[in-house]
């Protein structure tokens, strides 16, 4: 078996300009939504109380509800959780609940109604914390991204380090985007999907930049967007193989991972998506703008190509 | 060319060896179990205990499935965790008051495994259910603390110093004395200073006024903060003994926060509320002048409380706190002149001279030693004054057996926090979520490594298959190191093993098309499998590193749940490194590496027009 490949190189860095207006719409969308609509923020971040709790029976809402407003809690936010039976309550931070035993007063309100009542999971984030997970996400973004670019400097060359940068943090917007467009739930599950994707989408830009090497040494008369081009159709097998298995897992733990890994599945399966496209369709023509050269990567000084073979 | 020299195939095979025994104890899975260990050191468990805990469990018609005598205490596996349940809860009220009951989990892996150190992985409590909270210590109140403490001193040392002041008063961090003239401002100075070595002392006018400014030298403020910590957490420990937790974790989490994981346990509500509880000592007078029965009628004299003694009986306590237990330093259990077990506490050096003071002035008096939880008082020894007590050694006897002497030392070491805390994050999770998660988790994995290994061996064929048991060895590897490394698997740590299967495959792919390339630009079988490995090389270790860097700055700035999966993705990156590549090509060197190749099994190529024009 052997898809995706192809007779002639596919010209990617023709088509720099469409994919680059398309990024650049798409990047001011997902700016324009996270600032005017922002996160869905989860407790991780924003603080109060998630309590998940599972009756025997098929959960009536409206009941629990008013159990809440009775208790004097009546901003909580109730929901179906996974099943008719269980139930998801939303609490804001509570200043005369403080040291967390909000989660105690609710229970007992709910027992004397139902005793068969049983709690599943409470989280209390404080406010305090919420505000460091966030500062703390935020840093170890930051700490990534720079690593990323100083290592892709030193391994290759500073316009590649920049060019899959740029690639990257667009699949960064673009989920984020989309969790704001979709008002999906951000906690510190999908915080963690979108700094793996930072590391793992450089995967991509880093196979290509390789490629783009041993091509400048091979290929001497070739074109700059002759021989990206050539990179890019040679290695698409790899790209669509790899991304396709582990999308695979991915599709595997949105299915199987229950709703706790939910989001974190839905994470990646965008940062995935975009990840092909970005290194693909950003970063090759990014590295034609910072106008990438044979020089660059072929130091004169260096051995020609050494042949591995004895 | 395609062979590997002979240690090479040992040490993987050896490798994988390790990884079988160590992976291998996840697989017995885990029985209910109890177990009974010592409230305090100096406590034995012994036979004696286990035949005692055999004979009550008989008693009561439980069955039990075997017991384990180590000398940290007793263990005894149950079948269901109904029985358990029941077990802990007669066994409690029959050894409860010297020993800790838990509930537990031991694994059911053979005992000679247990001793080479091969356990299961050490589950989170997401896995396992159980409670999770983070404490802060509210320095701000320990430093109002500290400075009400010091201006007492301060007061009662001008006052011996026959120092004449104009008022002492405290606002948020410093303490202001005023004076009337210079001389005694001097005078003050020089003595205050010998006395009080952590205070910093600066003279200061305002409007005319002669005033002297004490404040916490930096460095003892941030030994006040760290001891405040640290005697915190020493307290937690000791009221966490009383909840009969099995693995209690306790630990400090940066400058001022403290984390306590008690896996397993439900009430949380009685967790908070032992965790939360504010007990301090107190030294206070006994009225012995008032008249006690009237008292107990409602009429109590006016300066005085009604108290009730520990082991029965009331007195009558003057309100005026002449001591706290912020004084004490250390307190063993032991015994007195008459072979009577008694108390020895140790006080600080103002605690000393105050206690010398109140010693004296009250020679045949009694004084009561009181503990304050929760707005509830206790008097727990109410001893005669026999005679000045100097040195800050001091001992507590009255009526009181070895044991009550050691849990009144436990109480008098740790009764006290240091600074209040308050639960800023807290983390509940029900048992049956805890074993739903391990079944998402397991799911995720295993569904998603075969629909993974069904289409790479479709694709790839013969090497495909090479591929898929490299990842299965992966996998090994991955789980036998976790379990060797004992790190906290989470929810998000099984998810992070589920997507090491995704991206492991990739090294693979990498090698697998970089042979193809090489098969189609016209190379013999033997070259274009060694090559291959070598050109992909380069390629893997990129993606690998700059996935490790993603993997690091998640661990570092992560949190909680976050680390586990950052754990995880590193770990999974080396042993990635390992098997793709080293494992595979073994396999492959093992299998085709010997012999003449017509062809490499590696699924049918499309040979393209253009490639051999290019070369």
Same mark, same amino acid.
């Given at each position: 078996m052997d898809f995706f490949r192809f007779e002639r190189d596919i010209p990617f860095t023709r088509w720099g300009k469409f994919s680059m207006t398309f990024s650049l719409i798409i990047s001011i969308l997902a700016i324009y939504s996270l600032t005017t609509k922002g996160l869905n923020l989860a407790v991780d971040f924003t603080g109060g109380t998630v309590m998940e709790i599972s009756y025997q029976q098929p959960a009536n809402l409206d009941k629990t509800r008013k159990i809440l407003a009775g208790i004097g809690m009546s901003d909580a936010i109730v929901q179906n959780f996974g099943t008719s039976r269980d139930v998801m309550i939303r609490l804001p931070v509570k200043l005369e609940h403080a040291g967390g035993n909000l989660s105690e007063t609710v229970m007992t309100a709910l027992k004397v109604d139902d005793p068969s009542v049983e709690m599943k999971r409470v989280e209390f984030v404080g406010p305090q914390v919420g505000d460091e997970l966030l500062e703390n996400g935020l840093l170890a973004m930051l700490f990534v991204s720079m690593g990323i670019v100083a290592y892709l400097a030193v391994r290759f060359e500073w316009k590649f380090g920049v060019a899959c940068i740029v690639a990257n943090l667009h699949d960064v917007l673009t989920i984020l985007g989309c969790f704001s467009f979709f008002q999906w739930e951000f906690d510190l599950t999908v915080l963690a999907a979108v700094l793996a994707i930072l590391g793992y989408s450089v995967n991509e830009s880093v196979v290509i930049s390789d490629r783009i090497r041993e091509n400048f040494r091979k290929l001497r008369k070739a074109t700059v967007t002759r021989i990206i081009d050539n990179a890019i159709t040679e290695t698409m097998s790899r790209t669509i193989i790899t991304h396709g298995s582990t999308q695979m897992v991915v599709i595997s733990m949105f299915l199987f991972g229950g709703e706790a890994l939910h989001n974190f599945a839905l994470a990646l399966t965008i940062g995935i998506l975009f990840g092909i496209y970005s290194s693909i369709m950003i970063a090759s023509p990014i590295l034609l703008l910072l106008g990438a050269k044979r020089e660059d990567l072929v130091k004169p000084e260096r051995k020609p190509q050494e042949e591995a073979l004895p | 060319m395609n062979r590997y020299p002979l240690w090479k195939y040992i040490v993987i095979a050896v490798s994988i060896l390790l990884g079988l025994l160590y992976t =291998?104890?996840?697989?017995f899975g885990e029985s209910p179990a109890v177990q009974i260990s010592p =409230?305090?050191?100096?406590?034995q468990t012994d036979m004696a205990l286990l035949q005692r805990a055999e004979q009550v469990l008989k008693q009561h018609g439980l069955p039990y499935n075997g017991t384990i005598l180590e000398s940290t205490g007793i263990k005894i596996r149950f079948s269901d965790t109904d029985t358990q349940i029941k077990a802990r809860d007669i066994l409690d009220a029959e050894v409860g008051s010297d020993y800790i009951v838990a509930l537990n989990l031991l694994p059911n892996s053979p005992q000679w495994m247990r001793h080479i150190g091969a356990l299961p992985m050490y589950l989170g409590l997401d896995l396992r259910g159980g409670v999770h909270f983070m404490l802060q210590v509210d320095m701000a109140g320990a430093l109002t603390k500290a400075l009400d403490r010091y201006n007492a001193d301060l007061r009662s040392t001008l006052r011996e110093q026959r120092i004449p002041s104009a008022g002492i008063d405290r606002d948020r961090s410093r303490i202001i004395i005023k004076f009337r003239d210079e001389q005694a401002r001097e005078k003050a100075i020089s003595e205050l200073g010998k006395t009080f070595e952590d205070l910093a002392f600066r003279s200061e006018d305002v409007n005319g006024e002669r005033r002297l400014v004490a404040s916490i030298k930096p460095e003892a403020l941030i030994r006040m903060q760290n001891t405040a910590v640290q005697r915190n957490i020493t307290t937690l420990r000791n009221r966490v003994n009383e909840l009969g937790v099995a693995e209690p974790i306790i630990q400090q989490a940066g400058a001022d926060r403290v984390i306590v994981q008690l896996p397993g346990v439900q009430d949380t509500a009685k967790a908070k509320d032992i965790l939360g509880r504010t007990a301090t000592l107190e030294v206070r007078m006994v009225?012995?002048?008032?008249?006690i029965d009237a008292a107990l009628r409602g009429s109590v004299p006016s300066g005085t409380e009604l108290l009730s003694e520990r082991g029965g009986g009331h007195l009558l306590v003057k309100k005026q706190v002449l001591l706290t237990g912020d004084r004490i330093t250390d307190a063993q259990p032991g015994f007195d002149q008459d072979r009577q077990a008694a108390v020895h506490v140790t006080l600080d050096n103002n605690g000393s001279r105050i206690f010398k003071q109140l010693t004296r002035n009250n020679v045949g008096k009694r004084m009561a030693i009181l503990l304050v939880e929760k707005n509830v008082t206790e008097v727990v020894t109410a001893p005669v004054i026999r005679e000045e007590i100097g040195g800050g050694r001091v001992q507590i006897s009255g009526q009181m057996n070895s044991i009550e002497a050691r849990d009144v030392a436990l109480l008098l070491r /740790?009764? /006290? =926090?240091a600074a209040p805390m308050e639960i800023i994050e807290e983390r509940t999770v029900g048992p049956s979520l805890g074993a739903e998660n391990i079944e998402r988790g397991f799911n995720s994995t295993l569904y998603g490594f075969l629909i993974v290994s069904v289409f790479i061996m479709i694709y790839y064929s013969a090497i495909g298959v090479i591929s898929v048991v490299a990842l299965a060895t992966n996998l090994l590897f991955l789980i036998g190191l976790l379990s060797i490394l004992q790190a906290t698997l989470t929810l998000p740590g099984m998810a992070g093993m589920a997507l090491t299967v995704g991206m492991a495959i990739d090294a693979n792919v990498l090698i697998n098309e970089r042979i193809r390339d090489e098969l189609r630009h016209g190379a013999t079988p033997q070259a274009a499998i060694h090559a291959g490995y070598e050109r992909a090389w380069d390629a893997i270790i990129d993606t690998n590193l700059t996935t490790l860097l993603a993997g690091l700055g998640l661990m570092m700035f992560g949190s909680g749940p976050i680390k586990g999966f950052a754990v995880v993705l590193c770990l999974g990156i080396l042993t990635t490194l390992f098997s793709a590549v080293t494992v595979s090509r073994a396999m492959v060197n093992l299998f085709y590496g010997n012999r003449k190749l017509?062809?490499?099994?590696i699924g049918a190529i499309k040979i393209l027009k253009k490639s051999s024009s290019k070369r």
């Open positions: - | =291998l104890p996840n697989f =409230l305090r050191a100096g406590i009225d012995e002048d008032g008249d /740790a009764g /006290a =926090l017509t062809h490499v099994p």
